[in-house]
């Protein structure tokens, strides 16, 4: 069975440029995350969808950062305009429904200069 | 806000020896899971706990949670260099989200 994909796996741009990430869960799963992991720090979660529902997104920097995930399958997820503080590892879990384990992908690197 | 804090961040120690880590919290988790993340790569579940005082062995490594559901501890025995990695804690509330702790990070020397 196929994991988690996300791509890109590395990133690198400037402030204030734009930047996505896209994510394809597992197949089936309804339910998908967004974490953000700052170098030294544990997974914080910016949202969550269940099918092409948010369920919580209450961390996510609105003024900043989207998230869509139109078909209920794969997601996008969107920073603009970038900070430095933004640079982090970027990961995508699945899990088959709220509250299941997670499958975490490997995530996207990012780095703002 | 819920916070939960490992410790120690940093474990580095000889092939064979034995070691702790804690996750530590003030509040009640419904459940705490332990993850294992190795770099360039996603946190892999270890375990997940749910009853207060339970203990759970995965071959060398023990997880156990606190009678009062607030606290837990990974005890890896003879440690060896592929255990080498972040290990993570995080708990499950009420309603469903996870809690992540800033992790541990192992390094098991040949």
């Known amino acids: 069975e196929a994991g988690v994909a996300q791509s890109p796996r590395y990133k690198i741009i400037e402030k204030r440029q734009s930047v996505a990430f896209w994510c394809n869960p597992i197949s089936g799963h309804a339910t998908l995350y967004w974490y953000q992991q700052i170098l030294g720090q544990g997974p914080k979660l910016l949202i969550q969808f269940q099918n092409n529902g948010v369920v919580d997104d209450s961390q996510l920097p609105k003024d900043r950062f989207s998230a869509e995930r139109l078909k209920g399958v794969d997601s996008t997820l969107k920073i603009q305009p970038a900070k430095l503080e933004d640079s982090a590892v970027y990961l995508c879990?699945?899990?088959?429904?709220?509250?299941?384990?997670?499958?975490f992908g490997p995530g996207t690197r990012l780095l703002v200069l | 806000t819920q916070l939960l804090e490992q410790s120690p961040q940093f474990l580095s120690i000889q092939e064979g020896e034995n070691l702790t880590v804690y996750c530590n919290s003030s509040?009640?988790?419904?459940?705490l899971q332990w993850y294992r993340q190795e770099p360039g790569e996603g946190p892999v579940l270890l375990v997940t706990v749910v009853t207060g005082g339970e203990v759970k062995k995965l071959k060398r490594l023990t997880f156990q949670f606190g009678d009062a559901r607030k606290d837990s501890s990974l005890h890896i025995t003879a440690a060896q260099p592929g255990d080498t990695g972040l290990y993570l804690c995080a708990g499950k509330n009420s309603g469903n989200m996870l809690t992540f702790g800033g992790g541990t990070r192992l390094m098991v020397k040949p």
């Open positions: 879990a699945s899990s088959p429904g709220h509250g299941e384990t997670q499958y």
């Open positions: 509040s009640v988790f419904s459940s």
